[in-house]
């Protein structure tokens, strides 16, 4: 039977809705049955879900990715906080020289317009002297091209097997960018993914050329819309970010007690979750043809709503969380799943699935054993350092190797 165009479709989250995105993946993976989510025939990302993307085009399994957050693996170095987190140091330096005199202004204006002077006009004249961002991708970038320069990948969008598609803000004009596309088709990848994270505040804005760039969540998480113009059929899209319903609550438990911190958080999801969804309502009331699988997380996934989206140190927790969550949804649904994909001539199986469950319920808390679970995909066996990960993924392109022939 005939395969329909695919397009696997990510959205941002930051290093939390990373790990659980790689975790989702992983589970979607151990389902499909020859075939695996490193071949979508298109791939579009935004934020997280652009490096991400830019990773599985290049061949790169989701089970090494895993492997990536705790361990160098295959030419790809340990992820750590010091390549997300480089402080914009140049522009605090040449920023902070304006605060003074942005002080003075404040003082005069204060003095000259007393009580009619809010405490928000006073804070504007200062902002004067903040950066365009608390920290700089420059490392990031330097991570994602070493990354994609090792053999057999490609840092070019048009050595890829694949077509990948980034999007991002064009900060100027407001409009989106999308990168992989003409005239953005000759941009590094890394580069074009550095312009898709760049959340403003936390990152400065990514200068191409004489555009400044930042995060293409601005302009809606998922752009699904590009991938059926680009002529998917199937889009899968794993979207981490949801708004938590908390109206069960305790006493003295809702949103609003918790602080400004997470009443933030609730009204980024609320967002996020309401953009895409229209979004999606909008795609299938055009193109009713083309079938979506949405994956994310429950309403009332505590887990996810607890965490810093840019938290580092609980990204493993989190890729767990992302593979069981969604290995549960797959399983709990599994027919509907069969039914659809048969259609576009996608064959899946939910035994390995059921038996990573099994696995990972053995396993318990004991982080070598979820490691090996996890890594490679139906054993619990702990081998050395880094050598269960690299014998997974030589099993996969041997076995990728034998359907191709």
Excluded at 27 to 50: C, K, P, R
Excluded at 163 to 185: H, K, N, Q, W
Excluded at 292 to 314: G, Q, V
Aim: overall charge neutral; hydrophobic content about 40%; proline content about 5%.
């Amino acid at each position: 039977m005939h395969r329909s165009t695919t397009a696997l479709v990510l959205a941002g989250g930051g290093v939390a809705g990373a790990a659980y995105e790689i975790g989702a993946l992983c589970a979607i993976d151990q389902v499909l049955d020859h075939l695996s989510v490193n071949e979508f025939d298109i791939y579009v990302g935004t934020s997280a879900g652009a490096l991400i993307n830019a990773c599985l085009a290049n061949n790169m399994s989701p089970r090494t990715l895993i492997s990536v957050l705790e361990r160098s693996l295959l030419g790809i170095d340990q992820l750590e906080p010091h390549h997300l987190y480089q402080l914009n140091l140049a522009d605090l330096v040449r920023r902070g020289l304006q605060l003074p005199g942005a002080v003075v202004q404040a003082l005069r204006r204060w003095l000259r317009e007393g009580q009619e002077a809010s405490l928000l006009d006073l804070l504007e004249t200062l902002a004067v002297g903040l950066p365009t961002g608390i920290y700089d991708s420059q490392a990031l970038e330097r991570y994602v091209r070493v990354a994609l320069e090792q053999p057999g990948r490609s840092n070019r969008f048009h050595d890829l097997d694949r077509e990948l598609l980034i999007i991002a803000t064009d900060l100027d004009s407001g409009e989106r960018a999308v990168f992989g596309l003409p005239p953005l088709d000759q941009v590094p990848i890394s580069l074009a993914v550095c312009a898709s994270a760049a959340i403003p505040i936390f990152y400065r804005p990514v200068r191409i050329g004489d555009r400044d760039y930042i995060d293409g969540g601005l302009r809606g998480t998922a752009s699904l819309d590009i991938a059926i113009e680009r002529g998917a059929e199937l889009i899968v899209c794993i979207n981490p970010m949801v708004p938590f319903d908390n109206r069960r609550h305790p006493p003295g438990a809702a949103i609003s007690d918790q602080g400004i911190q997470r009443i933030g958080n609730q009204v980024f999801r609320t967002f996020i979750h309401a953009g895409l969804h229209y979004h999606i309502k909008q795609v299938r009331r055009r193109h009713p043809e083309v079938d979506i699988i949405l994956i994310e997380p429950s309403r009332h996934d505590r887990i996810m709503f607890a965490e810093n989206t840019m938290r580092f140190r609980t990204r493993m927790q989190i890729a767990r969380h992302g593979f069981e969550s969604v290995a549960r949804q797959l399983v709990e649904h599994y027919p509907y799943y069969r039914t659809m994909l048969a259609r576009h001539g996608i064959a899946i199986s939910d035994e390995r699935i059921r038996q990573d469950l099994r696995n990972l319920a053995v396993a318990g808390d004991d982080p070598h054993l979820v490691r090996a679970a996890l890594v490679t995909g139906g054993s619990l066996h702990t081998a050395p350092e880094g050598l269960a990960s690299t014998l997974a993924e030589l099993d996969r392109l041997l076995s990728r190797f034998e359907v191709a022939r």
